[in-house]
């Protein structure tokens, strides 16, 4: 009995027969039902899940010591460093007004409230601290580390090369330092792994769906295939996708990709089984409940970070509607919603004005700006903390001070990986680079479209991840297979241990100026490795 499309009311032939001689029962062919199951499934995952449980705990928990250790340092004075300054108060603020911002001096509280609402969390915990605002980053930032082992794990179905793409992201500068600040770019970050993940589960469980239709009999029964039924793994994505956006509003980037990746997969699935019509099924029976779970779902869970602002008489702009009514101005069509959505609507359009024009000026730019077409190799990093006069490390001349830089040996083989993917991505329509590339792009290529607009490196921090799955699966095929032979894989093996070691050296090479580390100053240069970084 199946629960999710029609019961058939009789077999169905899914690949026309063909005519062979007899065979011994054991040297038979695979029968059609056995090729689509096998077309639909693919690899399986691999048979060690307690041993890849057990891999994804201990990277996991080095993950973690090495984000969480010495959180609380540095500070300036006691006080946050950098764009800190902005979110920490707010979170404070978050905390202490039972959810909202109370002050909106200067117009700087420009962002949804979710990500300072998680700061507030640590705050709460741990008081005004270093500790307390950067708390909650970290954690997100550490549990990143067990979400891309599973994630590329799933990928792959390779336990190894999971553990491998643990490693290297606990060695990506930018995840680490983005992981120790009391910033918003860390949650999108997290919440746009979430969502990401879960739309591969929610593929995996498409296909497993379909390859029961295919054992009953009763997949093409429609020239459109069967109904799928719910599914919770794409509704868990759109919630997710709708957090990434309560912290900052570049979230819907994803959101956009995301829904042009399930409809493709689901597409492709309905071919994979057989179906006759596969792209009018996606279209007629998934595109409707693709719009309520990555369009209807996001947008709920985008209002619901909003719960305290709902809820509060004092927040900023909570009124503005029944101000613009009592003044005598109609708002236009949205004159139907409710004032609280109306008055949501107008505060977004003044803080969307805000984003719009703030542009780059012509004079006094700000000494660590940027723009998307760096960001790839990292070619602009940010300095958000120097001290070279108070610290101490042995010599006359030292220098403390913490850098976003994207580990070298990653980041500066961002273009050869999207290269690489768009190459597997089109030319061998590998789902696995589609996947990635797609995500990865919808986190760059959306901020050419204003380059006037003020931007920083810190931007990027969403790439990371996916920047290290394009790698990883680059090093699956370096690699090889055990089927390939004993040199070919041994070789393989050993390039790609050649590579992981680099870049673990690389950033243990970094490590003093991700951290403030106290230094002497010609190490500190000798850290600077291109003009673009002073």
Known sequence: MHIWGPVPSGPVTLLAPQEAAPVAEDARAPSDVEVVRERLLGTPMPNDRLKAWLITAVVSVLGGFIRFQNLGFPTDQGTPVFDEKHYVPQAWEVLRNGGVEDNPGYELTVHPPLGKQLIAIGEWMFGYTGWGWRFTAALCASLMILLIIRIARRLTRSTLLGAIAGVLLICDGVSHVQGRMGMLDIFLAFFVLVAFGCLLLDREQVRARLAVAVDEGWATESDFGPRLGFRWWRFACGVSLGLACGVKWSGLYFVLAFAVLTVVWDAT??????????????????????????????????????????????????????????????????????????????????????????????????????????????????????????????????????????????????????????????????????????????????????????????????????????????????????????????????????????????????????????????????????????
């Open 269 to 534: 699935a309905r071919r994979s089984a057989g179906v006759r019509n596969p792209w009018l099924g996606a279209l007629f029976k998934d595109v409707p409940a693709a719009v309520w779970a990555l369009l209807a779902v996001p947008m709920l869970a985008y209002l619901g970070t909003w719960w305290a602002w709902f809820g509060s008489e004092a927040a900023i702009d909570r009124h503005l509607a029944e101000q613009a009514v009592q003044s005598g101005w109609h708002t236009g069509w949205y004159d139907v919603f409710p004032q609280a959505l109306r008055s949501l609507w107008q505060y977004s359009w003044n803080v969307f004005d805000f984003h719009k024009d703030l542009r780059t000026p012509t004079t006094g730019q700000h000494p660590w700006e940027s723009k998307p077409w760096t960001w790839p190799m990292g070619l602009r990093p940010m300095l958000y903390y120097y001290d070279g006069g108070s610290v101490r490390c042995g010599e006359s001349n030292c220098v403390a001070a913490t850098m976003l830089i994207g580990t070298p040996a990653l980041w500066w083989l961002s273009l050869p990986m999207i290269g690489w993917g768009l190459w597997r991505m089109i030319a061998r329509v590998d789902w696995r680079y589609a996947a990635v590339i797609v995500t990865y792009l919808a986190g760059l290529l959306p901020w050419f479209v204003n380059l006037d607009r003020q931007m920083y490196f810190f931007y990027a921090t969403p790439l990371a991840a996916f920047l290290v799955l394009g790698l990883v699966l680059a090093l699956g095929q370096i690699m090889g297979r055990l089927r390939d032979g004993y040199e070919r894989r041994g070789t393989g093996l050993l390039v790609v241990a050649l590579y992981v070691g680099l870049v673990v050296a690389n950033f243990v090479w970094l490590w003093p100026i991700l951290n403030g580390d106290s230094i002497p100053e010609w190490r500190w240069q000798a850290e600077l490795w291109l003009p673009s970084w002073r």
